[in-house]
Nanobody
Framework: QVQLVESGGGLVQPGGSLRLSCAASGFTFSSYIMSWYRQAPEKERELVASIRGAGGSTNYADSVKGRFTISRDKGTNTLYLQMNSLKPEDTAVYYC?????????WGQGTQVTVSS
């Protein structure tokens, strides 16, 4: 059974940091491109960052470049998103996604709220 379980969300003040985790199971983690997406209220879901399995090359949305870092641990099948210098506009539900040519999986999401 495929599972993607996000954790690490919460309430943080502007300028603060959070680290999101996504525990993956039920599929070959290293064979999938892993990504973080987010969806703010009344907005479309958008790509935040992605990382390939082979080589680990990364890609970021312009709005988070220099502040967020995506990484993956193949030993524990876990995807991470380190978020620094958080802004109110980063408030959203953050989703983990696993993609390959044959299948796509999504997690249930974790809420991140940036507010003073």
């Amino acid at each position: 059974q495929v599972q993607l379980v996000e954790s690490g969300g919460g309430l943080v003040q502007p300028g603060g940091s959070l680290r999101l985790s996504c525990a993956a199971s039920g599929f070959t983690f290293s064979s999938y491109i892993m990504s973080w997406y987010r969806q703010a209220p009344e907005k479309e879901r958008e790509l935040v960052a992605s990382i390939r399995g082979a080589g680990g090359s990364t890609n970021y949305a312009d709005s988070v470049k220099g502040r967020f870092t995506i990484s993956r641990d193949k030993g524990t099948n876990t995807l991470y998103l380190q978020m620094n210098s958080l802004k109110p506009e980063d408030t959203a539900v953050y989703y983990c996604k696993a993609w390959s040519l044959v299948s796509t999986y999504w997690g249930q999401g974790t809420q991140v709220t940036v507010s003073s």
